[in-house]
């Protein structure tokens, strides 16, 4: 690049800077933020009006403006409640890198709020360092072993993980002292999972809190439950309460077409996987399924056609690629 152009560039590059800089001066002189811009410069050193405008700003969705704010003030003075508000601006700035070091920061600063390490937690678990995030939840657990939230995200930590008995265990904790549809559904639908009738009672406990009558989770859970119990019959009356309570959820539809099709009632599971997808066009459930009825039934072509469409909607569909290799092999 030759000099002059080089030249001509960075005076270009200054006079959009210049114009930004002005930009956001202007934004600041008029309303909402003029009476707090013309505090702050009369007190620059409050940070309680920085952090004030800085709120502002964000609620105006100025979330650039408003982590010049955040910064400042958290220069200025280094307090729980800019902490929290600094490192919220951060992941709405994409700057996830600068938020994790100032929520490990704010650990150890703050160690009584509990928050912190919470937001923490999750930061590694979305940064895949879940040994990390578990350390927190365990010093969570010792500094309160009453933490009924942090039990509670431990076991989910611990399911992700595949660490079912650990996962129970701190639902089990976690439900113990805080009994909500939080910590009771996921209880429940790793009792029904496993097997275990204690499912039942914690779902019909949900279910009776339930004043409006109108909730899914639990009588879907029951379904599971006496599904993987082989209590067929049971099955199929909680799927279709639930269809009954919302003929859109689409779970209900493949579960309980699931259970039709263990007993052998065929017909009855294809027509209910055929609704499931005419509710959800694009899930593969509802065609791999009805694939399996058409080659119950020796129509290999639409079963065929069945699998493709589960898996082209799918590509990890493993079962679904397995079932179409084989019947193409024995055409």
């Given at each position: 690049?030759?000099?002059?152009?080089?030249?001509?560039?960075?005076?270009?590059?200054?006079?959009?800077?210049?114009?930004n800089n002005q930009d956001s001066a202007d934004v600041?002189?008029?309303?909402?933020?003029?009476?707090?811009?013309?505090?702050?410069?009369?007190?620059?050193?409050?940070?309680?009006?920085?952090?004030?405008?800085?709120?502002?700003?964000?609620q105006n969705n100025k979330h650039e403006l408003a982590y010049l704010d955040f910064k400042s003030a958290w220069e200025k003075e280094q307090t729980e409640e800019i902490a929290m508000a600094y490192?919220?601006?951060?992941?709405?700035v994409?700057?996830?890198a600068e938020a994790m070091k100032l929520l490990e920061e704010s650990v150890k600063k703050f160690p009584d709020n509990p928050e912190f390490r919470r937001r923490?937690?999750?930061?590694?678990?979305?940064?895949?360092?879940?040994?990390?995030?578990?350390?927190?939840?365990?010093?969570?657990?010792?500094?309160?072993?009453?933490?009924?939230?942090?039990?509670?995200?431990?076991?989910?930590?611990?399911?992700?993980?595949?660490?079912?008995?650990?996962?129970?265990?701190?639902?089990?904790?976690?439900?113990?002292?805080?009994?909500?549809?939080?910590?009771?559904?996921?209880?429940?639908?790793?009792?029904?999972?496993?097997?275990?009738?204690?499912?039942?009672?914690?779902?019909?406990?949900?279910?009776?809190r339930d004043s409006a009558g109108q909730s899914l989770d639990p009588v879907f859970i029951k379904g599971i439950f006496y599904s993987n119990t082989l209590q067929y019959k049971q099955a199929i009356e909680q799927f279709d309460d639930?269809?009954?309570k919302d003929w859109k959820f689409v779970d209900a539809y493949i579960e309980k077409g699931i259970v039709l099709y263990e007993i052998k009632n065929i017909d009855e599971a294809l027509q209910t996987f055929k609704l499931a997808a005419t509710i959800s066009p694009r899930m593969p459930d509802a065609y791999y399924w009805q694939g399996r009825c058409f080659e119950a039934i020796g129509k290999r072509e639409?079963?065929?056609?069945?699998?493709?469409?589960?898996?082209?909607?799918?590509?990890s569909f493993k079962e679904a690629k397995e079932h179409l290799d084989s019947l193409r092999k024995k055409r």
């Open positions: 690049m030759n000099s002059r152009l080089q030249i001509c560039l960075y005076a270009i590059s200054i006079f959009l800077c210049a114009c600041l002189k008029t309303p909402p933020f003029a009476t707090l811009t013309d505090s702050i410069n009369k007190f620059p050193s409050n940070t309680g009006l920085l952090l004030r405008r800085g709120e502002l700003l964000s490192i919220s601006n951060l992941y709405l994409n700057r996830p923490l937690s999750e930061a590694y678990i979305q940064t895949g360092r879940s040994s990390k995030a578990m350390e927190q939840y365990n010093t969570m657990i010792r500094n309160d072993s009453t933490n009924f939230e942090a039990w509670y995200e431990k076991g989910m930590l611990l399911a992700e993980l595949k660490d079912t008995a650990g996962a129970l265990f701190a639902f089990e904790r976690s439900y113990s002292l805080q009994p909500l549809a939080l910590n009771g559904i996921p209880l429940a639908n790793l009792y029904a999972e496993t097997k275990n009738a204690k499912a039942l009672p914690i779902c019909d406990e949900l279910i009776n639930c269809i009954k639409d079963a065929v056609d069945n699998y493709i469409r589960a898996y082209s909607l799918d590509r």
